[in-house]
């Protein structure tokens, strides 16, 4: 089979729509009630430049020019330079036909003319099941890095009793853009989420945030048609946040909803504040979000406290995920 990969242009709208028609029927295959982004958020996503990141996109065609696949390879800019994110697809009806091979050598391309040294994907499905993506990513020399579990919450049928919160902190919550006073606090939350979580074997570093990275890590999500709501508690002593987390959805699916980041700084916990945390967003965003139905969340395997939380709250496992390393 001869098969062609083009970098996508910015602009080539019926392109894009093919690549995300295929990339929307793998994951229906490969899924249990997990939808891919809606089409509309794909535009909006395509047509701006994410913060902090570069991000190419490759159009696999068949040789009479059908569109059948396609790869996303995003590049961090800020930290973990070193570092290609990638995610590779080829609609079901096409595969093991060496598709997805000539897609990965196209980013491997792609990844090395970034300077970037290896590769980083995530591969999913239904429990107890080896997804397609893990024999893939194994054939080409990958090693899995990173177990993950994809748990589900009902969230209206979900009894969200509020926990009270613990004394000596209080709790605050925004929709969209926090305040500019937040924005400090929130920079260093994220330097910690981005190593004070389990990351496996992946050799994640420390990511670089500051104010301004912070604000458009909100502002950016939202000129893409998500509604993100927030909680935060902060230390009523020193004046500082000290854990937050944010839950997102799309205004153009908004029956499905994500849980994104959730921390407690490590001087703060054993208090309960996770599950303040938790609870109080989750609450705060079925007001906000009332077509919501369901809320998706990803946790390392081995992360204990947090899948306690989520157990206790009501979410359920679905999916097992890996994050792979791909060598270049
Ligand atoms: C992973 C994916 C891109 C592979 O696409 P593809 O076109 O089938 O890939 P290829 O035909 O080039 O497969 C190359 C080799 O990978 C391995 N492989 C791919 N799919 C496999 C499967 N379902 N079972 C076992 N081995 C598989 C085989 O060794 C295969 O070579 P072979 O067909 O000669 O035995 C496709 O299954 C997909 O879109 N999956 C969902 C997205 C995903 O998980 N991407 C992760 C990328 S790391």
């Not at 509309?40 to 395509?46: C, D, K, P, Q």
Request: proline content about 7%.
């Amino acid at each position: 089979m001869t098969w062609r990969v083009d970098r996508w242009q910015r602009g080539d709208e019926p392109s894009l729509r093919a690549w995300f028609d295929a990339r929307d029927s793998a994951f229906r295959h490969d899924h249990r009630g997990l939808p891919d982004d809606p089409w509309e958020e794909v535009r909006l996503v395509a047509s701006t430049d994410r913060p902090a990141t570069a991000t190419e996109r490759l159009v696999l065609r068949t040789e009479s020019g059908d569109v059948v696949g396609g790869a996303q390879v995003d590049l961090p800019l800020e930290d973990n330079e070193d570092v290609a994110e990638v995610d590779v697809f080829v609609a079901p009806p096409h595969r093991r036909r060496g598709g997805g091979t000539a897609l990965l050598g196209a980013v491997r391309e792609v990844a090395r003319g970034h300077g970037r040294t290896r590769l980083v994907a995530e591969v999913g499905g239904p429990l107890g099941e080896e997804p397609p993506g893990a024999a893939f990513a194994r054939a080409h020399g990958g090693s899995a890095a990173l177990a993950e579990v994809r748990r589900v919450l009902d969230l209206q049928g979900a009894q969200l009793d509020p926990p009270p919160v613990p004394g000596g902190y209080e709790a605050l919550g925004w929709t969209g853009t926090p305040d500019d006073a937040l924005l400090e606090d929130l920079a260093r939350l994220r330097v910690a989420m981005s190593v004070d979580v389990p990351m496996g074997d992946l050799d994640w570093k420390p990511e670089r945030w500051d104010a301004g990275r912070t604000r458009a890590s909100y502002e950016w999500p939202h000129e893409c048609g998500r509604t993100v709501v927030s909680t935060a508690v902060r230390h009523t002593a020193s004046g500082r946040l000290v854990g937050w987390t944010d839950l997102a959805a799309s205004r153009f699916t908004p029956e499905h909803a994500y849980q994104w980041d959730l921390l407690v700084d490590r001087d703060h916990r054993g208090h309960g504040l996770g599950l303040v945390l938790k609870v109080l967003n989750l609450r705060r965003f079925r007001e906000a979000c009332p077509g919501s139905r369901c809320v998706h969340t990803w946790n390392a395997a081995v992360n204990r406290h947090m899948i306690a939380i989520n157990e206790a709250v009501g979410f359920r496992p679905l999916e097992e995920w890996e994050e792979w390393l791909l060598p270049l």
